[in-house]
């Protein structure tokens, strides 16, 4: 079955360092990978995405993610985090039959 | 464009009450769905459609009802409300059905149901 992957519940990291999210599906075609950036009491907004090409994508905010095949991971990256940053991410792959599966997300914590 | 509007913001309902949640987009996006998302398990697909008059289930369906008679609107219909749809509901959109599309969130409807 579909699936998506955040290990981590919640992350804490310092103002201005770096920051990686992960994010593992389990899914049997080519997929389509998202992250989306939940702000608190907001909807979701597409931080990038990942279709096909190059592996390394960029997106808003400075943020980039990585497709590894292998690994069944699209991981999302910052180098220098933000305090602004502070939300909660969705890693999401969107599958046939018109339907996106979204993992339980990751809470950032930035302190300052 | 005022992207995706949902009303209200915030519900309290009780138990076996019905209401309808409302999603609307200015965009003439074909493909408009409902989620719900609860603490630790993101969000979960209720149901879709992929234009006028087309509509179908998602992960999630039981005790929601949906109609799509415009491409504007996609109401979701709690039939009979139940505590287990306290939830957080998002309508989203995109331009297509296509799973490459980005899609378009609204800011949520906040439900209790008592």
């Known amino acids: 079955a579909q699936s998506v992957t955040q290990p981590d519940i919640h992350i804490t990291v310092s103002e201005g360092a770096s920051l990686e999210l992960r994010c593992n599906y389990s899914y049997g075609a080519t997929p389509y990978l998202f992250w989306y950036v939940q702000s608190p009491g907001q909807g979701l907004q597409l931080l990038l995405k990942?279709?096909?090409?190059?592996?390394l994508v960029q997106g808003i905010k400075g943020f980039e993610a990585e497709f590894k095949r292998s690994q069944s991971s699209f991981n999302l990256r910052k180098p220098s985090v933000h305090w602004s940053d502070a939300a909660e991410y969705f890693c999401a792959v969107g599958i046939e039959g018109f339907k996106t599966i979204f993992g339980a997300g990751t809470r950032l914590f930035v302190k300052a | 464009n005022a992207g995706v509007t949902q009303t209200p913001k915030f519900q309290v309902l009780k138990t076996g009450q019905s209401m309808t949640l409302q999603c609307a987009q200015d965009m003439n996006h074909e493909y408009m769905s409902w989620y719900r998302q609860d603490p630790g398990m993101g969000l979960r697909l209720i149901h879709y459609s992929v234009g006028a008059g087309i509509t179908d289930q998602g992960e999630v369906p039981n005790g929601y009802n949906v109609s799509r008679s415009t491409t504007e609107d996609f109401p979701l219909r709690l039939l009979s409300a139940a505590p287990s749809q306290t939830s957080v509901y998002f309508c989203?959109?995109?331009?297509?059905?296509?799973?490459?599309?980005?899609?378009?969130f609204g800011p949520g409807t906040r439900l209790l149901v008592l």
């Open positions: 990942y279709f096909s090409g190059d592996t």
């Open positions: 989203a959109s995109s331009l297509t059905p296509n799973p490459r599309e980005t899609q378009y």
